[in-house]
């Protein structure tokens, strides 16, 4: 049975449209994670070295005891935003004559496989080795190395009950920046100071072997809150059909007065407000207003006049950004009726533009009080503002048309590289980066204001022709419509 | 009114369509049948210019499809659930529509009120989003949807399949009325060969892709298309 399990994975795995189109990013992801693993040896075999040179007369595996707290509390939040639980596509499997528990059983065995199971090993190992080597008790070391693997399995488990429960709530990784931060300041601010408490119980179960018993019969105990928490979900009705909720609509009359384009603004603001995946860039808004206090207060970075053009272009475009590199994507799922429609391609388009551009000023006028800092900080805001208007939205509409991913709107985004292909990755980098090329030349040579000047003219050009370049871009956009259509019809 | 000429698709140097020529009149309830891979969607796909054809080109009310735009204004269609807005609700639904096609919303709220039976209080006031819908709901809201606006041709994909008999009867009844006089052209696919030929009264008989079959609707029409079927 396992066997059959393993093959249905597999088939899923490399027979998926998307492993096949987006090979790039496999290989990325691959790289990736071989830096990983080379990092993790290299501190296997090096800490010891690095700790004794540091700290020579502690005793280093009692340093390293102290920090398995942080570590481990650290690897929870990896985990929660990087690793998902393996759930299968059961549903075909229920009618089957499979038993449940063996569905389930699979589904965990296969979780405990993951690479981010494997890779502290490639450190704890090779940390071992150089205990035993110290003249470490053998047996008290292999005690240790299970020990750590015990914890790498039972943090498995401990995020995958976070996540099932955190995926009722609304704001979905609130609960875990709640759990990690707390348990930390606990930690920190000595009112129960957790990372002791872990040595102390590290330190005794290896001097006595037999109290691992313990640490094993709590990982038990987390597969088999696992394991209930998955047999509730594996009835059609709950996990497999997502629960209905209540709707509150307002028919936000307001957009009426942007005429024709009204429909479209009202239908991309619901798309975003009600769905998980466009809801981020929500989030991401709020994360991209406080960027500028990284930068503004920070006395090295005065000096660096350049570097405040690209805070400012990430400030007033960081929502510009984040939708506009899926246009035309985020309508995928639906793109045959808009195609069918009565639309002129010329007005979706359009209304996608503006919905930017107002994103900008707002944006804009929210990063007022960064005033605070300085005028001139104010005057960056505005000159990037109109170099995002004007230069920028072009930009992205123009990738778009090379757009040829489906979203699914239902997933998170938080790591989804759905919908990401080369395209994202050649049109990010120059929205970010030209306007400090182009801020940069006439700053060096004629100073501040020539700088910002150059980047409002580039803008106001863009803004002036406007209707000239959304006419050459839907041109585009309808020469490659069948092709857009038929790669937005295939499901991952 | 609908003319399509020496129309193939292609699919890898497979011929999934292959319409010589064929010729629907304004006002005609024009019913394609055939098992699956006949070719239906295929030619619906076609008529909403959301493929290219390998050859020849199809003509709406003197527009050219894959040419010019203009007979979006007044072609309506329901094909699969991806014409349906999956975050927004029924009504959502229908006023963007209706949006697209010049109605406001009292318009629609009119329009809609024909259609109560069909709704059976599933679909309307209910707070849900389409995708929360069931799909013989979701289907029906995209029908009605179709329906919105007056257009001059509706096409809608295999309407019946996933609706309850209730409302297979109401729609039967709707879609009669609505062509009774002979202003609207209706464009309907089925595999039920029952309700086609009560609808219908012309229907095609799609086979490999290719037209095999060309009846004016009388009473020994289901019998003439069952024994075609039964092999």
């Known amino acids: ?492 | 009114m609908i003319k399509a000429s020496q129309l193939t698709k292609k699919y890898s140097g497979k011929t999934v369509l292959n319409i010589e020529d064929l010729d629907i009149p304004k006002g005609q309830t024009f019913g394609l049948v055939g098992n699956n891979g006949a070719g239906k969607t295929t030619f619906f796909n076609l008529l909403l210019d959301l493929i290219k054809p390998t050859t020849g080109h199809i003509i709406n009310q003197e527009i050219q499809v894959n040419l010019s735009e203009d007979w979006k204004s007044f072609t309506a269609s329901y094909i699969d659930e991806s014409f349906l807005i999956d975050y927004l609700t029924p009504e959502e639904y229908f006023y963007f529509v209706g949006e697209l096609r010049s109605r406001n919303r009292a318009d629609i709220d009119s329009f809609l009120q024909q259609f109560t039976e069909i709704f059976n209080g599933e679909v309307l006031g209910q707070k849900k989003y389409l995708r929360d819908l069931s799909k013989g709901n979701q289907k029906k809201a995209g029908i009605v949807a179709a329906l919105i606006g007056n257009p001059d041709v509706i096409v809608l994909d295999e309407p019946f399949a996933n609706l309850d008999p209730t409302t297979q009867i109401r729609l039967k009844k709707t879609l009669k009325t609505l062509t009774e006089n002979k202003e609207i052209t209706i464009l309907i696919s089925s595999h039920d060969l029952n309700h086609i030929t009560e609808v219908c009264e012309r229907i095609v008989v799609l086979d490999k892709g290719n037209p095999v079959k060309d009846i004016k609707t009388s009473a020994e029409t289901l019998k003439e298309l069952e024994v075609f079927f039964s092999v």
Do not use: C
């Open chain 1, 1 to 492: 049975m396992t066997s059959r399990f393993i093959s249905l994975e597999w088939k899923q795995f490399f027979r998926s449209s998307y492993w096949q189109k987006s090979i790039a990013i496999k290989i990325l992801m691959f790289v990736l994670a071989l830096q990983f693993i080379f990092i993790f040896l290299g501190l296997g075999f090096g800490l010891y070295p690095l700790l004794k040179e540091k700290f020579p007369d502690q005793d280093p595996l009692k340093i390293v005891n102290n920090f398995i707290f942080y570590w481990l509390l650290f690897d929870l939040m990896f985990r929660f935003f990087l690793q998902k639980l393996p759930v299968m596509s059961v549903k075909p499997l229920l009618t089957l004559p499979i038993k449940r528990k063996k569905i389930i059983n699979f589904v965990l065995g296969k979780s405990a496989l993951s690479f981010f199971n494997f890779l502290p090993l490639f450190a704890v190992i090779p940390f071992g080795i150089v205990l035993i080597n110290k003249e470490y008790e053998v047996s008290s070391t292999l005690t240790w190395m299970l020990l750590m693997y015990i914890f790498i399995l039972s943090n498995n488990f401990i995020n995958f009950i976070i996540e099932s429960k955190s995926e009722e709530t609304e704001l979905s990784f609130f609960p875990i920046i709640l759990l990690t931060g707390g348990l930390f300041a606990l930690n920190y601010f000595n009112i129960i100071s957790f990372s002791s408490l872990l040595s102390g119980a590290i330190e005794a179960i290896t001097a006595h072997p037999a109290l691992i018993l313990i640490p094993f019969i709590i990982l038990a105990a987390l597969l088999y809150i696992n394991f209930n928490i998955l047999k509730k979900k594996l009835y059609v009705d709950s996990s497999l059909r997502t629960k209905a909720k209540i709707v509150s609509s307002s028919d936000m009359s307001w957009t009426s007065r942007f005429g024709d384009m009204a429909p479209f603004l009202k239908l991309d603001m619901r798309m975003i407000w009600r769905n998980k995946r466009s809801k981020s860039t929500l989030y991401m808004v709020v994360i991209g207003l406080l960027y500028g206090l990284f930068f503004y207060p920070n006395p090295t970075y005065q000096k660096m006049i350049p570097m405040f053009i690209f805070v400012g272009i990430f400030i007033t475009g960081i929502f510009m950004i984040n939708f506009g590199q899926f246009i035309p994507a985020w309508d995928s799922a639906y793109y045959k009726l808009l195609m069918s429609q009565n639309i002129k391609y010329k007005k979706y388009l359009n209304s996608k533009f503006l919905l930017m551009s107002l994103s900008s000023v707002v944006l804009f006028v929210l990063s007022i009080p960064y005033v605070y800092f300085g005028w001139d900080i104010l005057l960056i805001h505005f000159a990037a503002m109109v170099y995002n208007v004007g230069v920028n939205s072009h930009v992205l509409m123009f990738g778009g048309v090379f757009n040829r991913k489906r979203i699914d709107l239902s997933q998170r985004a938080a790591f989804n590289y759905q919908g990401t292909g080369a395209v994202q990755w050649i049109i990010g980098f120059p929205l970010l980066v030209f306007p400090v090329g182009i801020f940069y030349l006439p700053y060096k040579f004629y100073g501040f204001y020539a700088g910002i000047a150059t980047l409002i003219t580039l803008g106001a050009i863009g803004i002036a022709f406007h209707q000239k370049i959304m006419k050459w871009i839907s041109g585009k956009y309808l020469a490659a419509k069948y092709e857009t259509i038929s790669a937005f019809d295939q499901k991952n």
